[in-house]
């Protein structure tokens, strides 16, 4: 296979070449944030929104990126193009650290630019057949980050609750994570939204709960709203989701996935359910709706730019 290219600070050059500095406070800190994009056939999903939400973490950081919005959008479609990746799933990862500093962690050591990257490259977070089989799921013992100090929508370089617990579902032989927060409500899967459904009235973990604003969370919110459903953004427990006729997750990498099964409580009558069944066929139509997504230049349109 040719090499990828990876855009980074700049230019483009490839993958072997684009490295960072063992100082770099993303690496030795965590000191950063990232945006995880997909696309669809040379079609990126919402592609403003998730730089709106990169621009809102690195607001909350204080980390001044150089680049505009309008750049930043350029760059992920340029990347897509450049690796020829107009055709199936691409998953697009963001990335912008504090940048290059010395051995303490006070930003004030970072006197360059921030360390911008972008990677295009194809991911699968789940196998195919738990999107029709369903996931089983535990309830993790490691919680979510406390909103207190760090709010869920900001997608930092710290993801090691959320490792921890993808680690636990490992260990259990489950598929996924449910993580509660603090308090003991139920925020979101380890990458994932979490919706249910009972007697036909969709639910979500309201946003202070501590979970990430899921640009497919407000995709399946708005879905579900133009076909009329009943939807809440709340407070819940383990036993609403326990008691729950459907869940299911939604995420960038996940997409829509059900969960059937969740610390051995079988969820409804343990297949996908109707609610689940009709929200992903309208969500199937919804990602090709023009206004949903940017097109992909072509490679030779980009190289000519350059
Ligand atoms: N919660 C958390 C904690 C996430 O990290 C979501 C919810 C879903 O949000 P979106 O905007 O994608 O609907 C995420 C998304 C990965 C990976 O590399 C992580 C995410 C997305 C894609 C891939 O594991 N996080």
């Known amino acids: 296979m040719a090499d990828r290219f990876v855009w980074i600070n700049g230019e483009f050059v490839p993958e072997n070449a684009a490295t960072v500095s063992v100082f770099d406070h993303g690496l030795l800190y965590g000191d950063g944030l990232f945006e995880g994009i997909k696309a669809w056939d040379g079609k990126v999903f919402k592609l403003r929104e998730h730089i709106d939400r990169f621009y809102?973490?690195?607001?909350?950081?204080?980390?001044?990126?150089?680049?505009?919005?309008?750049?930043?959008?350029?760059?992920?479609?340029?990347?897509?193009?450049?690796?020829?990746?107009?055709?199936?799933?691409?998953?697009?990862?963001?990335?912008?650290?504090?940048?290059?500093?010395?051995?303490?962690?006070?930003?004030?050591?970072?006197?360059?630019?921030?360390?911008?990257?972008?990677i295009a490259a194809s991911i699968q977070l789940h196998p195919e057949e738990l999107y029709q089989k369903g996931l089983k799921c535990i309830v993790c013992a490691t919680r979510r980050n406390s909103v207190q100090s760090l709010p869920g929508?900001?997608?930092?370089?710290?993801?090691?609750?959320?490792?921890?617990?993808?680690?636990?579902?490992?260990?259990?032989?489950?598929?996924?994570g449910i993580m509660l927060n603090l308090e003991g409500y139920v925020v979101e899967g380890t990458a994932e939204?979490?919706?249910?459904?009972?007697?036909?009235?969709?639910?979500?973990?309201?946003?202070?709960?501590?979970?990430?604003?899921?640009?497919?969370?407000?995709?399946?919110?708005?879905?579900?709203?133009?076909?009329?459903?009943?939807?809440?953004?709340?407070?819940?427990?383990?036993?609403?989701?326990?008691?729950?006729?459907e869940v299911w997750m939604t995420g960038t990498g996940a997409d829509l996935i059900p969960v059937v099964d969740i610390e051995g409580r079988v969820i409804g009558n343990g297949k996908p359910g109707p609610v689940f069944t009709d929200l992903r066929s309208a969500w199937l139509d919804y990602v090709n709706e023009p206004d949903h997504h940017s097109i992909v230049p072509s490679r030779e349109s980009v190289l000519a730019g350059g």
């Not at 919005?69 to 990862?93: D, F, K, P, Q, T």
């Not at 500093?101 to 911008?116: A, F, M, Q, S, Y």
């Not at 921890?164 to 598929?175: C, P």
């Not at 979970?211 to 709203?225: C, D, F, N, P, V």
Request: charged letters at 20%; glycine letters at 10%; one cysteine or more.
């Open 193 to 245: 939204n979490l919706f249910f459904a009972k007697n036909g009235v969709i639910h979500t973990p309201a946003l202070h709960t501590g979970a990430l604003a899921g640009i497919t969370r407000a995709s399946i919110m708005e879905i579900a709203r133009r076909k009329g459903y009943e939807l809440h953004e709340g407070m819940y427990t383990v036993f609403d989701i326990y008691t729950a006729d």
């Open 56 to 118: 809102d973490s690195a607001k909350f950081l204080g980390i001044n990126l150089t680049q505009s919005r309008e750049e930043m959008c350029e760059i992920v479609l340029n990347s897509v193009a450049m690796n020829g990746l107009h055709e199936g799933v691409c998953y697009i990862r963001l990335v912008a650290t504090r940048g290059k500093g010395d051995l303490g962690i006070n930003p004030r050591k970072c006197r360059e630019h921030p360390t911008v990257y972008c």
């Open 153 to 176: 929508s900001v997608k930092s370089l710290n993801y090691l609750n959320n490792i921890l617990g993808v680690m636990e579902a490992n260990r259990a032989g489950a598929d996924e």
